[in-house]
């Protein structure tokens, strides 16, 4: 299974960028689907996911992103997508894909990049004063 993610770039603050992820490879249906983001010098850290749980679906989000970040996408194609208006600098990061398979995770689980079974390449987001 691999993860793609696309859609990163420079921007000034206040505008907007659509960020992408597809999975390709063996046939699955992931349970969660998260997008993470690395700054320089800092841990990975959880921005937004979704989870999926028969026909309910869960979206959840950082705190910091609220209000500016929209996720959406299904696990049928296994594609999700990250809307980021309003964009500031701190949300400067290297922005990764990840996939949850084998499990259901629970809530606090999401926010855990060791929960997630598959990782994109990562997707540069910059964005300037």
């Known amino acids: 299974v691999q993860l793609q993610a696309s859609g990163g770039g420079l921007v000034q603050a206040g505008d907007s960028l659509r960020l992408s992820c597809s999975a390709s490879?063996?046939?699955?249906?992931?349970?969660?689907m998260a997008w993470f983001r690395q700054a320089p010098g800092k841990e990975r850290e959880f921005v937004a996911g979704?989870?999926?749980?028969?026909?309910?679906?869960?979206?959840h989000y950082t705190d910091s992103v609220k209000g500016r970040f929209t996720i959406s996408g299904d696990n049928v194609e296994n594609t999700i997508y990250l809307q980021m208006n309003n964009l500031k600098p701190e949300d400067t990061a290297v922005y990764y894909c990840g996939a949850v398979v084998r499990v259901r995770p629970i809530l606090s689980a999401m926010w855990t990049p060791s929960t997630y079974d598959y990782w994109g390449q990562g997707t540069q987001v910059t964005v300037s004063s």
């Open positions: 490879g063996r046939t699955f249906s992931a349970n969660a």
């Open positions: 979704m989870r999926w749980n028969g026909g309910n679906v869960g979206r």
